[in-house]
Each structure stands twice: as structure tokens, then as C-alpha cells.
């Protein structure tokens, strides 16, 4: 749950303000929720404040079972049966952990958490500290921090965080970031670059433009895709990038992560069909309809026109 400070995290790419203004919040003293949508960048900015202040970070992942004695801590009932309650029956939660400790408890999915378990954490914001029954007033080290993170779009599950924590924390908002920190990204983190990534992060962001998707994938799909592109050209002996490789592995790694609208029926897969066949139209074939993209399993499709960038050729280039 601990992560060392210095144990590798990728670097940063980009959000530079943000990571002053984190930075910043947290040497003032301040508790912080970090908003943005999946794979913004969220957990990958904290660990890297952390690492470079020094500080340890607690992860906690919060749900609906994420109740106030699984966040702060419980006395062990057997050892309660044979020595009563007392200190040391009382195992920590991640709460009470970080507070002794001063680290920061990075509570992701915070909308996700029950009002009851957050109502723990309008005291501590407040007061320093919690009294827990039967165990006394635990105060928090002055280096502890709650950061907190939530996808401000996330539908499942959630309630509005209360206007008492809203009003005691600072708030960072993170967004996509331009299409050259996205290929910078998933090159920092798959030390792949060239065609394969400009073509993963180009289709991964299509389908945040594409109006029959309602959620569109993360940087986390280009990552995946690249991966995938690359992995399938290898095992099946290709030199170069073909459509059949690129939709295969397409589908692969973004049909799964995006949100068709609500009242479309048509399918991930068909919508990513079209966003390929707008970056890599199919080669002429009557049985290509374009919207659809037309192969069939088992067809060959043509190699992409060797330098790519023609009027049907490859992936965009930068
Ligand atoms: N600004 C960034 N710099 C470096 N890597 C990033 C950045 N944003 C996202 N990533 C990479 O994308 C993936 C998702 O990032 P993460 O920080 O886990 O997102 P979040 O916590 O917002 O869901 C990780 O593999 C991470 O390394
Ligand atoms: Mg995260």
C-alpha cells in the first residue's frame, strides 16, 4: 500500500502548473482533491511530489465498502476476547497509519466513498485529529496530507462530495493533454515511439471526438495499443504496420474502454472501424463500405503504401 519514495514512477510529462500548485498546497499545509478523468495523470503527478519531497504515500482505493472502520481501523475481536480493549488490540487503518506517520493518503474514487466514512474526514480536516471509540484521540503529524482523486464525470455510484469537504480542501483539475504530451506519454511509459505511437494516440483520441461515444478512452488505451500493434507486427513476422494488424489491435485494446452514447445502438467495434478507416482508409474494395470498414476476418488487406502520409496511406504524421 506504501509506496518508497524514489521507486520508479515515469516521469512527468507536461502539468507543469498543476504540479507547482500541488507542490505548493501540500508544503502550505493544505488537504487536496486532484479531479480529471481516467488516466489524466492523477496518481502519476502525486507519486512524483511525493517522491520529490520526500514524503510516503498511502494508497487507498475508495467504494461503497470502503466503510470508516476499514479507513481508520478496528480492534482484532479475538484479541479483544482475551486481553479486553485495549491499545494493542487495535490495528490501524490507512488513516490512522498516515496520520501517525505524516505521510499523504491518496484516497482515489472519492466520490465513491460512503458519506459516512467521508464525515470521519470532516473532523480530521478541521481538527488534526479523530477520537476513535474506544481507543482515545488520535492527532495527525503535521506532515500528514489528505489527497484526494475523483473523476468528476464518473456516474457510477457516486454521491456530490458535501459542500463541508469541498469547503476544506483546495481543489486541482486535471484534463487530456495535447496530442504531443499523449505521444510523449505513451512513449515515456512503453519506450516504443514513431508510427506505431502516432497512430495509437491519434485513434485514442478520436474516440473522445467521435459523436456516438460517450466516453472515450484514456491515454491508457494508446499505451495498450502500442503494445498490442507492435507485439502482433513481431509474432506475425510483418517489417511494416498493415490495417489488419492495426484494426486487430485496435480492437483490442480500445473496444473495451469506450462508452457507446446512451440510445446508439451501434458497437465499439463498428465505431472504431470508422475512426481507422478515417486515419487509414481501406484500400479499394467493394467490399470496404467505409462505415462499417468492410474486412471481413480472414481478409488481406493491403500494405500501407511504404512512407505513409499519402491520400490513402498510413497514420497521420506529426
Ligand atoms: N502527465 C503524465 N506523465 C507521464 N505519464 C502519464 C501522464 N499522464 C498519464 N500518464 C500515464 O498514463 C497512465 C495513467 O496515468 P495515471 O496517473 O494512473 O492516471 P489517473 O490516476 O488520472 O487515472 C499511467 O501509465 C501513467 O504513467
Ligand atoms: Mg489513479
Known amino acids: ?98 496520520m501517525r506517520r505524516g505521510a499523504l493518503l491518496y484516497l482515489e474514487e472519492f ?10 474526514l470532516i473532523t480530521l480536516l478541521t481538527e488534526g485529529e479523530i477520537t476513535v471509540p474506544r481507543l482515545g484521540t488520535v492527532r495527525a503529524s503535521p506532515q500528514f496530507r489528505l489527497i484526494a482523486a475523483m473523476n468528476p464525470f464518473d456516474a457510477v455510484g457516486t454521491a456530490r462530495v458535501s459542500h463541508a469537504i469541498a469547503d476544506r480542501i483546495c481543489r486541482v483539475v486535471l484534463g487530456y493533454q495535447d496530442e504531443a504530451a499523449e505521444r510523449a506519454i505513451t512513449t515515456a511509459v ?23 461515444v460517450r466516453m472515450g478512452s484514456s491515454v491508457r488505451g494508446s499505451i495498450d495499443l502500442v503494445l498490442l500493434l507492435t507485439g502482433l507486427q513481431r509474432l506475425r513476422g510483418h517489417s511494416s504496420l498493415d490495417r489488419d494488424t492495426a484494426r486487430d489491435a485496435t480492437h483490442a485494446a480500445l473496444s473495451g474502454r469506450i462508452r457507446i452514447a446512451d440510445g446508439c445502438d451501434r458497437t465499439p467495434e463498428s465505431v472504431l472501424d470508422e475512426i481507422l478507416n478515417g486515419l487509414w482508409p481501406a484500400p479499394e474494395d467493394p467490399a470496404a463500405d467505409g462505415q462499417q470498414g468492410g ?21 497521420p504524421r506529426a
Open 1 to 98: 500500500m506504501t509506496q518508497a519514495p524514489g521507486s520508479g514512477p515515469p516521469p512527468v510529462v507536461g502539468l507543469r502548473r498543476e504540479r507547482e500548485v500541488l507542490t505548493v498546497a501540500l508544503d502550505a499545509g493544505r488537504h487536496v482533491v486532484i479531479e480529471g478523468p481516467p488516466g489524466t495523470g492523477k496518481s502519476t503527478l502525486l507519486r512524483a511530489i511525493a517522491r520529490d519531497s520526500g514524503r510516503d504515500v498511502i494508497f487507498v482505493e475508495g467504494n461503497a465498502e470502503l466503510t470508516p472502520a476499514r479507513l481508520i481501523g478496528q480492534h482484532d475481536p479475538s484479541q479483544v476476547l482475551a486481553a479486553g480493549y485495549t491499545p494493542a488490540t487495535f490495528t490501524d487503518g490507512p488513516l490512522l497509519e498516515a
Open 111 to 120: 466520490n465513491r466513498v460512503p458519506e459516512e466514512t467521508l464525515n470521519v
Open 190 to 212: 512503453t519506450g516504443l515511439s514513431g508510427e506505431p505511437v502516432d497512430l495509437a494516440v491519434a485513434l485514442t483520441r478520436a474516440t473522445r471526438a467521435h459523436p456516438d
Open 295 to 315: 474486412q471481413q476476418d480472414g481478409e488481406r488487406p493491403g500494405e500501407r503504401p511504404a512512407g505513409g502520409g499519402g491520400k490513402a496511406g498510413g497514420p
